[in-house]
């Protein structure tokens, strides 16, 4: 008995000893672009704390369960602009932090994976859904979160598909991301066996459509731009511009429902999105944020939350031990969506289900029943190991 009171005694006086010792601190940088992305729908205009709400929701997780470790997450913002160095930025940023989850086009991301190569960065990429950064232009550096195009149109097309809903009638626009997504969907159309009986452009002539153009010119004009058009079940839009697809429903000749930018859209995450515990991070989100929370609010939560994870299982704060699990098999994440996420280790792209919704409903969560595949039924979404472009350096 008065050993077993020795030990803990002796036990207790080291525990107090851990929780005395200052915290490992784990810095996490988040680099996004200044300014907000204009939309057709003034309800659904952007905040200003867009994705960046998301990672800092995700520290305050990180930080519950870190306590218990003797661990503190540290969140570092810096935004740029356009006419801003973001190479000479991100290294800044990296000079105090390991990782980095990135909010930039493209083309700024490459530039960014590049001049930190050497370093040992690890850049997360919460925004571009480019398929050519995870494919012909792929770093080893960097961890991609946002779904890709491919991911989104192969998760609309299984359900168009599924619902007999073959026949497309397909309108894109006339910018060049309208038109990689157009691709995607081709892709997607061709993959699972629809059809696109006709395609459309709809000119950006540059006009201020809530200014130039008003309800009454818009009625008339969207039945006349979509008739004559062969038998279709769905028309298709490909409007990552947000210049037209938001005025196509209820208002084209024939009556047909309209998915893709508008109408039943995929993507990562929605506001109206409650299954499989959702409603507790929504609900959480609203009370310190008081809005809805979006697809890159949730793309920045698991990237932080991805390091979170790492740091608990591995409990260090090294980050060549943090990334090494990372990228490890015995790696996943929960994320609400009904199934854990893990990473494809062909182009690091976090392998997750797709939600199709309508704006107030989650109307279907792919992928679909009955698209099978010899290892992960997430594979089904986007470039599979066999398709892959990606050769890690």
Same mark, same amino acid.
């Given at each position: ?6 030990? &803990? ?29 204009? &939309? ?14 998301? =990672? ?91 779904? %890709?195009? +491919? ?64 309800? &009454? ?11 004559? =058009? ?10 990552? +511009? ?68 790492? %740091? ?22 929960? =994320? ?27 109307? +279907? ?10 290892? +992960? ?10 398709? %892959? ?5």
């Amino acid at each position: 008995m008065f050993r077993w009171l020795i030990g &803990t005694i002796a036990l207790s006086m080291m525990a107090t000893g851990a929780l005395a010792a200052d915290p490992v601190e784990i810095h996490i940088g988040y680099l996004g672009h200044a300014g907000v992305k204009s &939309t057709l729908s003034l309800v659904q205009q952007p905040a200003d704390n867009d994705g960046i709400a998301g =990672a800092r929701l995700a520290i305050e997780d990180n930080n519950t369960t870190g306590k218990f470790l003797n661990q503190r997450f540290v969140l570092d913002e810096a935004k740029v602009k356009d006419s801003d160095d973001v190479a000479k930025v991100a290294t800044g940023l990296a000079g105090r932090n390991d990782f980095i989850i990135t909010d930039l086009s493209a083309d700024a991301l490459l530039k960014v994976a590049d001049a930190l190569h050497d370093r040992g960065t690890v850049l997360l990429n919460a925004g571009a859904i480019d398929d050519r950064l995870r494919e012909q232009d792929c770093r080893a550096n960097v961890i991609h979160i946002a779904p %890709t195009r +491919s991911m989104l149109a192969d998760a609309l097309s299984q359900y168009l598909v599924w619902k007999q809903w073959k026949r497309w009638l397909l309108v894109v626009g006339s910018h060049d991301q309208d038109k990689l997504y157009a691709d995607a969907l081709r892709r997607a159309a061709t993959r699972f066996g629809a059809k696109i009986v006709q395609e459309r452009t709809f000119e950006d002539t540059g006009g201020a459509r809530r200014t130039d153009s008003g309800v &009454t010119l818009i009625q008339r004009q969207m039945p006349v731009f979509t008739q004559q =058009a062969p038998a279709y079940d769905v028309l298709v839009a490909a409007d990552e +511009s947000e210049v037209f697809a938001n005025y196509l429903p209820y208002r084209t000749w024939d009556p047909r429902p309209v998915a893709g930018s508008a109408g039943l859209v995929p993507t990562s995450w929605d506001a109206t999105h409650d299954q499989w515990g959702a409603v507790q991070i929504q609900n959480r989100f609203v009370k310190l944020n008081m809005r809805r929370m979006t697809a890159l609010d949730m793309q920045a939560w698991t990237a932080a939350r991805m390091i979170g994870e790492a %740091t608990s299982r591995t409990n260090s704060g090294d980050p060549k031990k943090v990334i090494a699990f990372l990228k490890g098999k015995d790696f996943s994440i929960a =994320a609400f969506k009904g199934t854990r996420l893990t990473l494809r280790d062909w182009n690091w792209q976090l392998r997750q289900p797709i939600l199709l919704a309508d704006g107030r409903m989650v109307v +279907s969560v792919s992928p679909q029943e009955g698209f099978l595949h010899q290892v +992960s039924e997430l594979d089904t979404l986007g470039v599979d190991r066999p398709e %892959t472009k990606c050769k890690l350096q």
